[in-house]
């Protein structure tokens, strides 16, 4: 369907608390949220099927709104009068969002510039790695071995410069021989991202052990960073790797007319759209149950911060001790 033929929208966020959906019709030629629904995510024991909270929040939007959307477990689309929906969108910060660890040859280039790349991304970046962290090589690989992440953002060196030091960690990588968050049997999904003279030996280390993907370089050259293949390979993998393993999300993502994207993601290009299209320096904040995201666009530079302690459900008790109870 043509974007511009979409009239009725229905959106839901699997949050990691709370499922919220809401309702978008095209007025005019503005689109408005008429109605809003939510319900208990559900991707945790008993019921272990994010698609139950999705249900229950469209359910309330169909009685708010007086629109059938739902037949059974089926959204009816497209959109005629009173019933169905043109498109099913959906985001998701549920079962702890995406969680990445990142790497790196100098903590304050390569090891940086994959930070941001993840975080732009959407991703909770559990630990960043580098070459010159000061860690000796033992305690990264216990490292590695322990976090467990979704995947594994892998950066270092300029196109056509020295390749040792990425392959270094490479090594520490195969050596770890790590396991993902979710999915027993499966292999963790790993991107490269760095000189792209060093693919071949870190296929050859990693090929075999772990879901190695190819992206380029996120920093080709040492005064430019190119952050978007890499970006947009994390999303694929969100997709491919994270999301099917996690519970009910196959049947979610059957019903999407849409890739379903990690929620800060989602709200990043929105803070990204306004910014571009009212000519804006725009910053925005994101309080969720577990985490709390800070989203800026200055001088068209976007930059993500966040917090992942810190959040309204999951980690109340976090606020509390930082704050401290008279406050």
Known sequence: MNPQDLRVILATDCGSTTTKAILIEKRGDEYRQTYRGEAPTTVEAPFEDVTRGVLNAIQEVEELSGRHILDGEHILTPATGTTGVDIYISTSSAGGGLQIMVAGVVKSMSAESAQRCALGAGAIVMDTLAANDGRPSYEKIER????????????????????????????????????????????????????????????????????????????????????????????????????????????????????????????????????????????????????????????????????????????????????????
């Open 144 to 327: 590695i071995r322990q976090l467990r992440p979704d995947m594994l953002l892998l950066a270092g060196g300029t196109d056509g410069g020295t390749v040792s030091h990425v392959v270094e960690i490479a090594e520490y990588i195969a050596a770890a021989d790590p396991r993902p968050r979710l999915g027993i049997g499966y292999q963790l999904p790993v991107i490269f991202a760095g000189n792209k003279e060093a693919r071949g030996q870190v296929q050859r280390l990693l090929g075999d052990t772990t879901a190695l993907s190819i992206a380029e370089n996120i920093r080709p050259v040492l005064e430019q960073e190119n952050l978007m293949p890499a970006r947009h390979r994390i999303h694929d993998l969100f997709l491919e790797h994270v999301m099917a393993q996690a519970p009910g999300y196959k049947k979610l993502i059957s019903w999407t007319g849409a890739p379903i994207i990690p929620t800060p993601a989602a709200v990043g290009m929105i803070i990204e759209t306004v910014a571009r299209r009212e000519g804006l320096n725009v910053i925005g904040v994101d309080i969720g149950g577990a985490t709390t995201d800070v989203f800026s666009v200055f001088h068209e530079i976007f930059n993500r911060t966040v917090s992942a302690n810190l959040g309204m459900s999951y980690s109340i008790a976090n606020v509390v001790a930082e704050a401290g109870l008279d406050n």
